[in-house]
């Protein structure tokens, strides 16, 4: 059973938590006694309609103001796919939230409101989208109740944006657009019947016909070690097993490797899960690699084929970055990077650029960069890391910086 | 739903749910110099221990596992927790809330609907610092209760065990930061991500033994609430409140103040899994604890709760 992974986007108000709740109540995935939560909770707001926006606002200040403040996860499941929502706050003030969510999402599915069209957040959420190469957007025009479920509006919309996705989009992103009511369920999981002049998929529909091939198999192998085991049992007496999870390519046993960064050679004597012994394993798995011989590794270390002589080992390099602090990025500053299990300094040398996401443009004369703002910086590292460009291989191309003192994660990066 | 629904719902345990979950064992293991793992009895923790196991097989759990021992949990439960400390050859720490109540730092409720699940904070609170655990692993799911839906994986506590919503760091794709201040600790939840349905899957798929509470049994029950209520002498009953025997199970696993019970004739893990399918209450619908207020889940754990 594949799982898929999905993050709503879009503007304050524009009605993702209601399209969630929507989703989950036409899917039968509420129980009774939360939609009788629900009721109530809706009463006591003094609205006569189930206000299904209620069933993933589920802080106190949420529920207060109305509005979403942090990520909500939720569940559903088909007999197609098990599926898990990341419903993420709209406001320019929680973006961060909002990347976390979209952070491991393969759908996105970007809110704009039928009355307002186009806004800042489309486009910077259409970015954020860009960025992390989420591989399928649904732009969803919602409350088309409210513009009498005009085509003409719709169409307007899908046209405005059609230059910044133009702008935006990268090669194998899958863009579409669809006109829904939350409130009503118009085109969530039934045919809208107020829409007669739409022909095309549903929101489930859409979603449940999505393919997204687990191309990281076919990546090129990396094995970031986690964990060295060394039980000192008696019947494990010499065992060394490294302990990780493959982020990208295939492993097998026999493979000759090596590990890096010291670039040592050894072959795969097995590759086990909880004593199974397995012939190979593919990004995803979490395994134990035993090797022939006896080699100095430990964790934060990488396993990659000894083939691959590209392997990269980065101590200078370029990186998109997303700010996620109050306090702002300054050059010149070092913070902690951290890149899969793998923790380093690192120094910023530069802001290259800070990216200006409505009008898709840069600005190169930069010194800082503040929260919820995206860029482009220079950095060095104090060991090297071994990373891919993120475009070719997301899975080891992003790593996120940490502020020695406040201990917080203060950014994410993309290597360029 | 139908029962052909129903069928088509089961399906199987998403394998790379494991996966997730062991990369989050080993990380706790690694980032921190004092973890543990809070178990509880519950299937939830009960998969955690076999995560656990298969994270660092053939070496054992490098963490101790930790029981807040209410003095109100079903005896089945202290058994199984016995049998599987020793199966797994882990550690076994054990604190008590009555030593908490006899130190004069929690205060025993009174009242028909007197139970400790709130005060085992203090006894928590206690514990890790006794112990200086840095980072404690919890059996929850995001899909349990809307305040847990907004928890990270690694959630990090201030000095008072506290969990601060608003102020939660970004978690992005499977980087994890642990790292903390001197006196803050970290909560983690490797299984957020599973549902119900997954844990049932996954314990059935890997033939986990698991209490026999969970299967249907005969008890001494008492109806309050339009529930099924466990009689123990534990219960502070009302003079109508007469205990009578009935065919039961237990869905979720806490107190026996606080578990609610429901009929079933399910003595198979299939016919649970239906059960939970066509069931029409949540599992969180069966913890008494929960219904205080709307908002119970979230001010427990601003105040250290799980
Ligand atoms: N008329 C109409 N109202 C809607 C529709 N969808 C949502 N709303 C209303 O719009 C308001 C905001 O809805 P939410 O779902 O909370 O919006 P949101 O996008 O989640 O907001 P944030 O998470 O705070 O960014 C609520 O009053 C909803 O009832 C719709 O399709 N039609
Ligand atoms: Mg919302």
Known sequence: ?416 | MTDSTIKDKIGQFPRKLEDESIYIMREVAAQFERPALLFSGGKDSITLVRLAQKAFFPGKIPFPLVHIDTGHNFPETIEFRDWLAKETGAELIVRYVQDSINQGKAKEETGKYASRNVLQTVTLLDTIEEFKFDACIGGARRDEEKARAKERIFSVRDDFGQWDAKRQRPELFDMLNGRIAVGENVRVFPISNWTELDVWNYIKEEKMEIPSIYFSHQRQVIERDGMLWADSEYLNKEADEIPFEATVRFRTVGDMTCTAAVESDAVEIDIIIEEILSAEISERGARIDDKRSEAAMEKRKQQGYF
């Open chain 1, 1 to 416: 059973m594949d799982i898929l992974r999905i993050a709503t986007a879009g503007s304050v108000d524009d009605g993702k938590s209601t399209l969630i709740g929507r989703l989950l109540y036409e899917t039968n995935s509420i129980t009774k006694d939360k939609i009788e939560a629900l009721e109530s909770a809706s009463k006591r707001k003094g609205l006569d309609f189930l206000d299904l926006s209620l069933l993933t606002d589920g802080l106190i200040a949420e529920r207060e103001q109305g509005i979403t403040i942090d990520v909500a996860h939720i569940y559903f499941s088909t007999p197609t796919r098990k599926y898990i929502i990341a419903d993420t706050p709209g406001h320019v003030e929680y973006t961060r939230n909002m990347v976390t969510g979209a952070s491991n999402a393969k759908v996105s599915l970007i809110l704009v409101d039928a009355r307002q069209g186009v806004v800042e957040q489309t486009a910077r959420h259409l970015s954020i989208a860009a960025l992390l190469r989420i591989p399928k957007v649904i732009v969803c025009v919602n409350k088309m109740d409210l513009v009498q479920y005009d085509k003409a509006k719709f169409e307007a919309i899908k046209d405005s944006l059609s230059s910044l996705v133009a702008q935006t989009t990268f090669e194998g992103q899958e863009i579409s657009f669809l006109p829904i009511s939350s409130l009503f369920g118009q085109n969530i999981t039934q045919a809208a019947d107020k829409m007669p002049w739409y022909q095309g998929n549903t929101l489930l529909g859409e979603l449940e016909a999505f393919e997204f091939a687990e191309s990281l198999a076919h990546a090129p192998a990396r094995f970031p070690v986690q964990w060295v085991i060394r039980p000192k049992t008696e019947e494990y007496h010499d065992y060394r097993g490294y302990a990780g999870k493959i982020s990208s390519g295939t492993f097998q046993v026999g493979d000759v490797i090596k590990a890096l960064p010291t670039g040592q050679e050894s072959t795969i004597a097995s590759i086990e899960k909880f004593g199974e012994q397995l012939e190979r394993a593919v990004a995803g798995d979490s395994i134990v690699i035993t090797l022939t011989t006896d080699v100095d590794i430990s964790r934060g270390n990488s396993l990659v084929l000894a083939s691959d002589t590209q392997a990269p080992q980065l101590k200078d390099f370029t990186a998109h970055i997303c700010w996620l602090d109050h306090q702002a990025l300054s050059p010149g500053k070092t913070y902690l990077l951290q890149h899969g299990v793998n923790l380093t300094k690192a120094k910023i040398s530069q802001i290259t650029e800070r990216l200006d996401v409505v009008a898709q443009t840069s600005s190169q004369d930069v010194d800082s960069l503040k929260l919820n703002e995206i860029g482009g910086i220079q950095l060095r590292t104090a060991q090297p890391i071994m990373a891919d460009v993120y475009a070719e291989n997301p899975s080891n191309g992003a790593f996120i910086l940490i502020d020695e003192f406040s201990n917080s994660t203060v950014g994410v990066g993309f290597i360029k």
